[in-house]
């Protein structure tokens, strides 16, 4: 699916009447248009119409939002707003939304080449892309690609792979299915026991509500563990780089460094020797291989193994057939007694001198191999914690004997490890399993998973619904394992492409993305510049918007608001390698160290459009700006051309 | 269409659990018309008590550990 924005026009709102047309005169849209939009200009109302034009949604805004978007002192009762789309290079899309401003509403028209039709009504085809779920992945502020990183935007990575596969109609069907089912059990109560059967989904919802909310608690303080495990490194290192300069504890520091690691080496070895032991019972047990050794012992002295075989040979050649189905003739009775005693005494004396060599290391009363690898790990971790406590002690000396700044550093430190404590604690609460004692008042989300669950099938008993509670059960149970194995394998696939693309674009100082989750998460991520962890922003996004040929207009407003310079350059030379259609709505304080890099990328194929409201102080600065008029009214004006877009001051956002 | 890898993970949990093929290719079915988005409520109903209906019973399940 290929979807281009070709431009949109809007009369009677709170922005000046205006036609933005992005197509270029061979009938292709630029790579890049950069529209810049004076503070006061509507950019927000703009970009909200286009929204609303794309997914539908000013159907239902509210009487109030709906007037807020009339001119302010305006006589008009009608607004227009039309976006017009291009599908797969021919099909053109016209989406007309009139505001009604005295009733407060807003109604459509959708024009699919000849045919009209009264109400938002784009092909079916398209409209899956123009689902609100996935149509606000085409209009974001510049802050998104970043929030996918920290995680701390709304929507977070995992939900846009799932948008982006349509994998969330899987949950639509689970939510159905559990709505469904509700509904049943509810109808399906008997009558007289209506009153119990009201206590008892009052019961189930209040349960399942607490259990959602611990989850989502546990996942945001999961998230903010991560952040604040990140940051104590980084203050770490900026400490240890600090009190370095002096070069005073440098040495001092080196050898707990060394004693640190080699405490960490053995841990880890000792731990891998209790790997090994965990599969021999008698070396975990010894008080285990004394018993068998007596066993063997008692079993030695008895014969009694040997006595019931050779019992059961002695019958056997009494009998007319033997066990292999040939006669029993008095050759191989005498050959099956000479042999019985060769034989058992050799079998049973042997097994039980193996059993005894194999029990004997153990039989002793020294000490048990388990009970050693044990306390190996014990001295180890000891080791390891007085290392640790080395270092900071001569952090604290070294603190002590240096400045403002190591010592804010290190109660920044502390500050955060308190934290992270805290926040271990609760997410270990929280997923730990249920345990004796646990009451309503507890975290612990298998509690009340458990609670849940009786009181589903509590209900299911009482409503007669048990077998629908099955198949409903069945059905869910299938919808959340094949989302993790599809979401799971999607996410490899994008994480791969994503970092095939970053060792591309940032050949010199490339970062990878490890994993993504509630947000993307980066290899080293100490070492990601603000240029660098946007661009990972970016290719994620693109790598979605653009894969199996699919295209989509990305509409960004403010595309590098809060970045610094370095960023803003590294960005602009990287957005006309990432999208095919790039629509930025800019102010002239963004122009700097962004237009240039990004018009040196996008090989000009990029669309300088300056809109501004007509009001007495830009009258007189129209004609100096120069740029062709590309539209204009009364109250707006729209110029082409780099000069014009690069010409109109800073001070524009103020005054106008 | 889903996407292949849905369609796998769909078909490779209904076989894994020993149920119907039958309720795969229904569940396939739903979701299909979800992403055309022209599914009314009455329609997803319908194709939800399809799919339940494919699911085995709760006697029968019971019959089946019982054996």
């Known amino acids: ?241 600090h009190l370095l300069k002096s070069g005073q504890f440098k040495e001092e520091e080196n050898r707990a460094h060394e004693e640190r690691d080699q405490a960490s080496s053995r841990l880890e070895v000792a731990f891998h020797d209790v790997d090994l032991i965990f599969p021999d019972p008698f070396a975990i047990w010894p008080p285990l291989a004394a018993r068998v050794h007596d066993l063997v012992e008692s079993l030695d002295r008895l014969k009694l193994t040997e006595q019931s075989s050779r019992l059961f040979l002695e019958e056997l050649v009494e009998e007319p057939v033997c066990v292999c189905d040939r006669p029993m003739d008095s050759a191989a009775r005498a050959s099956i007694l000479k042999r019985a005693d060769q034989t058992l005494e050799d079998a049973v004396n042997g097994y039980l001198k193996s059993l005894k060599r194999q029990v004997q290391p153990y039989a002793k009363d020294g000490p048990s191999t388990f009970g050693e690898a044990v306390d190996r790990i014990v001295a180890a971790d000891n080791d390891l914690t007085e290392a640790g406590k080395s270092l900071e002690n001569i952090r604290t000396r070294a603190v002590a004997a240096g400045d403002d700044v190591s010592q804010k550093k290190k109660d920044a430190l502390e500050k955060i490890r308190g934290e992270i404590e805290a926040l271990e604690d609760s997410v270990e609460n929280a997923r730990r399993p249920t345990r004796t004692g646990d009451d309503e008042r507890c975290g612990c989300i298998d509690y009340f998973e458990k609670r849940l669950k009786e009181a589903e099938n509590d209900l299911a008993r009482l409503s007669g619904t048990r077998d629908l509670k099955h198949r409903t059960d069945t059905l869910i149970q299938v919808i959340d394992s094949a989302y993790k194995q599809a979401h799971s394998l999607l996410k490899d696939d994008v994480v791969k492409r994503a970092n095939v693309r970053l060792r591309q674009i940032l050949r010199y100082n490339p970062v ?105 102080y830009t009258k007189e600065i129209i004609a100096d700006l120069g740029g062709n008029k590309r539209s204009g009214s009364e109250n707006g004006i729209l110029l082409e051309g780099r000069d014009a877009f690069m010409a109109l001051g800073e001070g524009m956002d103020e005054t106008t | 269409m889903p996407r292949e890898e849905v369609i796998n993970a769909i078909r490779s949990e209904i076989e894994s659990r020993n149920l119907p093929q039958e309720a795969g290719d229904r569940i396939l079915a739903f979701i299909k018309q979800a992403e055309s988005s022209e599914f009314p409520n009455r329609d997803r109903e319908e194709q939800l008590a399809l799919i339940l209906d494919a699911l085995p019973s709760l006697e029968a399940e019971q019959g089946d550990s019982e054996l």
């Open chain 1, 1 to 241: 699916m290929k979807i281009e924005l070709l431009g949109w026009k809007s009369e009677g709102l709170r922005s000046p009447d205006i036609e933005v047309k992005l197509e270029k005169s061979d009938g292709s849209v630029a790579r890049v248009s950069l529209l810049q939009m004076p503070n006061g200009t509507g950019k927000t109302t703009t970009l909200n119409c286009l929204r609303a034009a794309m997914d539908g949604s000013a159907e239902t805004w509210p009487e109030d939002k709906v007037k807020s978007y009339r001119e302010i002192h305006g006589k008009r009762d009608l607004g227009l707003f039309v976006a017009t789309l291009r599908v797969n290079d021919t099909q053109k899309i016209i989406v007309e939304m009139t505001f009604h401003f005295n009733e407060g509403v807003v109604t459509y028209k959708t024009i699919v080449g000849s045919k009209t039709v009264d109400n938002y009504s784009p092909p079916p085809d398209v409209r899956r892309y123009l689902d609100p779920r996935f149509s606000k992945l085409l209009f974001f502020d510049g802050e998104l690609a970043n929030n996918l990183i920290d995680g701390k935007g709304t929507t977070s990575a995992s939900q846009i792979i799932d948008t982006f596969y349509g994998l969330y109609h899987l949950f639509e069907l689970k939510e159905n299915a559990r709505r469904s089912y509700e509904l049943y059990e509810k109808r399906s109560g008997p009558a007289k026991g209506a009153a119990q059967l009201t206590k008892l989904i009052s019961r189930r919802d209040s349960l399942r509500e607490k259990s959602q909310k611990l989850r989502q608690q546990a996942e945001s303080n999961e998230t903010h563990l991560q952040e604040f495990r990140h940051e104590h490194t980084r203050i770490e290192v900026e400490l240890e780089e």
């Open chain 1, 512 to 616: 990878q993305i490890s994993d993504i989750g509630n947000s993307v998460q980066l290899e080293g991520r100490g070492g990601a510049s603000v240029g660098q962890t946007l661009a990972v922003g970016y290719v994620f996004l693109a790598g979605l918007l653009y894969e199996g040929g699919n295209q989509f207009p990305l509409v960004v407003d403010s595309p590098v608001g809060s970045l610094d310079d370095e960023a803003r350059k590294e960005l602009g030379g990287l957005i006309p390698i990432l999208v095919k259609q790039m629509v930025g709505f800019v102010i002239a304080t963004e122009r700097k160290w962004f237009v240039d890099p990004l018009a040196d990328a996008s090989d000009g194929d990029l669309l300088y459009l300056t809109h501004l409201r007509i009001n007495e």
